[in-house]
């Protein structure tokens, strides 16, 4: 809730993006409900066989392309249809055809043309287009990495890696994608700088080298871009494209701020990185049609690491344009890292969670924005916020009947009173509007200061935000004895204090709103799998927007500081792409194995990284492996590598049809029993484990290989932390390789002994270690 409603934003929706989006399941489906009658047109993604489509095309000899002669087919079927009905037959329309990561193509159908799909040699399924939503000065250091040393070293800095950025688009002008250092662009690129709106071919250059927008599927499906606040180009009119990119990829620059707070040198962590933008993400949404297209380019393009900040709700991966797309890009290895998503902190509620993407969750780093709030009784509160300014004097606090009608108590339009806010410091609740929007009601209305009070759910996590008035965040118990406070008192007061930016903080911790696994849709594989930086996160903005996105706010920013999945992911892709410049030939399965079981989960003060959702120890469902530690991944020892077909094996064993098997494969391709692939038989660098608690001694025996990558003699010993009332067994205990490249195998067997009736997950893990290298997995045991 407090994402979605959230002001920065609507920035954080947007921001978080994509994956905010995740109550998405609810949105599309309120897309769907509001779309027209079913007389009218709608956009499909249309699935096809590969190999019959290249027959076609063959047969075809150059006269046109496959897809223009599926089209004739469908014209013709549902004209045939039309004249028997004597019904007038409307053409089909072409948004894109897909030839690099799938193959298909999305088009606006008629009824009768898209049932008529059904008759076509070839199609496979189809599915409606549906919206999805979106979803750094100090997280260098944060992470480890250090100028001039390890993967910042200048010999891996300086080989060529792509990132492509699936996002609102980027601000070509902003300092971060200055490319005048740069040696010129590598000859196997073959993407372009596409001219639109306010964005001409020569706003590309060395650094940001290739520039795409798409808005056909957005415009299908009744998204409206309004040319005086949106540009039909790559130009980013949301700021999320610029963040995030610069977060990935953006160059170095010292001296960046938002109004003095969080000072310091901004930089992307693979600043020598080449960023290609791709635009599929306008003022409402991204079209999944447009998003396949973006990812079907740039994986055509020649990016080498893709970057989404942007999904929906948890889906069936044969469901799910994401999960299909970025199979494809895998398969030509392409590393994928994905937001997964702002839904948190309910169970279940991880997006992106195909097993061959990066999924990364949010945590907070050591740095925060404090505020203090005194009461009028002596009594003080730490609270967060991104306003500079000097402290309030000790105000008279309202708040809802006592600041105006029905849902004062939410600041939202309409609902305050300027008599009774006048010169006031308003307490508004957190949800329905945006953060910064609640401020900007109560300083339309003539109040002083704001203080925005969390609800139980949203606990104490504390966002900042550029209020445009003195205001502050407050956790949820403090929320909770200010409420009581003001009801108990004849005049209740308080004043807020600023205190800037302050580093040391315990961290990381685990953001409330960051999803979380179990992963609904195949229990059987951990998600997220890493956790990075999501939590008040300071990267490029475009200088023509406003750090709150509020048409009332004048202020212009460089830099801006923002919270979500949507920080956390690109971080992950700009660490891929360091990775990839000191192991180029490395699958993406490997590098992801790298950031895995090389993660961390104790904080800066030897203790458990928290999820402060409940001030317990996060978990595997929190945060996967644990906290990403770059300089460490890249000399992870031993890695669990995948390849496309193992993950094609995995699917069987989700009994998904012949049809759906083969949208993954690009080819005709039929599951046989002796190729089914258990979750248990996958190379996954985690074990979840699925136990009966109905059994006494249920059993479930996983399988794993693991390469050496590390020193070529090293003999690894496993240690185990056994999950409670679970007996964990490795065979062999001792891997002793000789060689670099060598691969060995172990199995695990875990026999359950819980009681009748356990529930829920027990937590474990299981490390391998050789002289400097340990090599972790995390265990969750769901008791069924
Ligand atoms: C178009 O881009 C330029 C930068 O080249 C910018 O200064 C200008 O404000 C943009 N136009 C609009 C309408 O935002
Ligand atoms: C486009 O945006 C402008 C500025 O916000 C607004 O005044 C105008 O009404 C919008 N146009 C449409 C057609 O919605
Ligand atoms: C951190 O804690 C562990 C276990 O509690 C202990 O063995 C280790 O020595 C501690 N490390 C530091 C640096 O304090
Ligand atoms: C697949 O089908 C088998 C046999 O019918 C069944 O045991 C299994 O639970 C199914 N798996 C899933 C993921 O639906």
Known sequence: ???????????????????????????????QSSSPPSEESKTYIVHMDETKMATLQSSLAGSKKWHEAVFDSILELSAQEAREEEGEASSPQLLYAYNTVLSGFSAKLS????????????????????????????TPQFLGLKPGAGLWSQSSMASDVIIGVIDSGIWPEHESFQGNHFSPIPKNWKGKCEAGTNFSSNNCNRKLIGATAFWKGYEASGGFINETTEFKSVRDSEGHGTHTASTAAGNLISGASLFGNAKGSMTGMRYTARVAAYKACWSTGCANSDVLAAVDRAVADGVNVLSLSLGGGPQDYYADSIAIATFGAIQKGVFVSCSGGNSGPSAFTVSNAAPWITTVAASYIDRSFPTLVTLGDGRTFKGASLYVGKPTKQLPLVYGSNAGGEDAEYCQSGTLTRKLVQGKMVLCDRGFNGRAEKGENVKF??????????????????????????????????????KKYISSSKNPTAMIKFLGTVYGDPAPISAAFSSRGPNIMSEDIIKPDVTAP????????????????????????????????????????GLAALLKSVHFNWSPAAIKSALMTTAYTVNNRNSSIIDISSGSPATPFDFGSGHVDPERASN??????????????????????????????????????????????LNYPSFSVLLSSDKPNSVST????????????????VQVRQPNKVTVNVVPKVLDFSKIGQKLSY??????????????????????????????????????
């Open 534 to 573: 999501g939590m008040n996160i300071l990267a490029a903005w475009p200088p023509s927007l406003s750090p709150t996105l509020l048409a009332s706010d004048k202020r212009h920013v460089s830099f801006n500081i923002i919270s979500g999945t949507s920080m956390s992911c690109p971080h992950v892709s």
């Open 747 to 784: 199995k695990v067997t875990f026999v359950g002994n819980g009681r009748k009736g356990q529930s829920g997950y027990s937590f474990g893990h299981l490390i391998w270690t050789c002289n400097e290298f340990t090599v972790r997995s995390p265990i969750a045991v769901a008791w069924q």
């Open 636 to 681: 992870p020892g031993l890695v669990y590598d995948i390849t496309p077909n193992n993950y094609l094996e995995y699917l069987c064993s989700l009994n998904y049809t012949s049809k759906q098997m083969s949208a993954f494969a690009r080819r005709t391709y039929r599951c046989s029993k002796r190729s089914v692939r258990p979750a248990a038989q």
């Open 1 to 31: 809730m407090i994402l979605h409603s959230t002001p920065l934003v609507k920035m954080i929706s947007h921001v978080f993006l994509l994956c905010l989006m995740a109550s998405i399941s609810s949105m599309a489906s309120t897309i």
């Open 702 to 717: 996983h399988t794993r290989i693991v390469t050496n990558v590390g020193a070529a003699r090293c003999k690894y010993t």
């Open 445 to 482: 209305n003539g109040g002083l200061a704001m203080l925005l009070l969390n609800s139980e759910d949203d606990g104490e996590e504390l966002l900042a935000d550029t209020h445009v008035l003195p205001g502050s965040s407050l956790g949820a118990t403090a929320s909770a004895a200010i």
């Open 111 to 138: 009824p009768k043309q898209a049932s008529s799909l059904e008759k076509i040699d070839g199609f496979l399924y189809s599915f409606p287009d549906v919206l999805l939503n979106l979803h750094t000065t100090h």
